[in-house]
T-cell receptor, first 116, second 114 residues
Framework: GAGVSQTPSNKVTEKGKYVELRCDPI?????LYWYRQSLGQGPEFLIY????????DSGLPNDRFFAVRPEGSVSTLKIQRTERGDSAVYLC??????????????FGPGTRLTVL | DAKTTQPPSMDCAEGRAANLPCNHS???????VYWYRQIHSQGPQYIIH???NNETNEMASLIITEDRKSSTLILPHATLRDTAVYYC???????????????FGKGTKLTVNP
């Protein structure tokens, strides 16, 4: 079946611009996660949705970052007033449900964001 | 979540077993050990998880010491396609007072050589 998909695969923007990154989770998965990965580092957690609500947004670095999942499926990560330090690969993952004793997360290929 | 320690890099000959160690000396009783890997330019991929007992699936085996302070991921017959960064993560679920997020370290860069 289809895995997690993310669009665009690459995004180049200028400092100060607004960007939106989209994630399509695996059908039927209720939990969705956003991570970002800088060069040479492991992925870093940003936010976790259970259904439509953000259950844990403790990883969002500041108020320029916002994510939504209005219908409990597709999610959009929104970054306002982008800065060069926001350049990274943004990864989305989904799992069947959150809160299980153990929980396999399925990752998408990521969106590479470059802020010039 | 407990922290994990992994060697930054390892090499393995194609066809041989790759044994990747992970130290998690501060692991708590209800934390699971997970292994993910990330092939270049792809998202991380789940490999295996375990709590106390050794586990095996079609990809790998996971050996957890009796005191649970360390574990070893074993790829029994490594291929060139197994070249990747391997991450060892310990986590307890949200319903048990933990978090749903995965906390990645820098992992071990495994290079399988022909």
């Amino acid at each position: 079946g289809a895995g997690v998909s993310q669009t665009p695969s690459n995004k180049v923007t200028e400092k100060g611009k607004y960007v939106e990154l989209r994630c399509d989770p695996i059908s039927g998965h209720t939990a969705l996660y956003w991570y970002r990965q800088s060069l040479g580092q492991g992925p870093e957690f940003l936010i976790y949705f259970q259904g439509t609500g953000a259950a844990d947004d403790s990883g969002l670095p500041n108020d320029r970052f916002f994510a939504v999942r209005p219908e409990g499926s597709v999610s959009t990560l929104k970054i306002q007033r982008t800065e060069r330090g926001d350049s990274a690969v943004y990864l989305c993952a989904s799992s069947l449900f959150g809160g299980a004793l153990y929980n396999e997360q399925f990752f998408g290929p990521g969106t590479r964001l470059t802020v010039l | 979540d407990a922290k994990t320690t992994q060697p930054p890099s390892m090499d393995c000959a194609e066809g041989r077993a790759a044994n990747l160690p992970c130290n998690h000396s501060t692991i708590s009783g209800n934390e699971y050990v997970y292994w993910y890997r990330q092939i270049h330019s792809q998202g991380p991929q789940y490999i295996i998880h375990g709590l106390k007992n050794n586990e095996t699936n079609e990809m790998a085996s996971l050996i957890i010491t009796e005191d649970r302070k360390s574990s070893t991921l074993i790829l029994p017959h490594a291929t060139l396609r197994d070249t990747a960064v391997y991450y060892c993560i310990v986590r307890v679920s949200e319903t048990q007072g933990g978090s749903e997020k995965l906390v990645f370290g820098k992992g071990t860069k495994l290079t399988v050589n022909p």
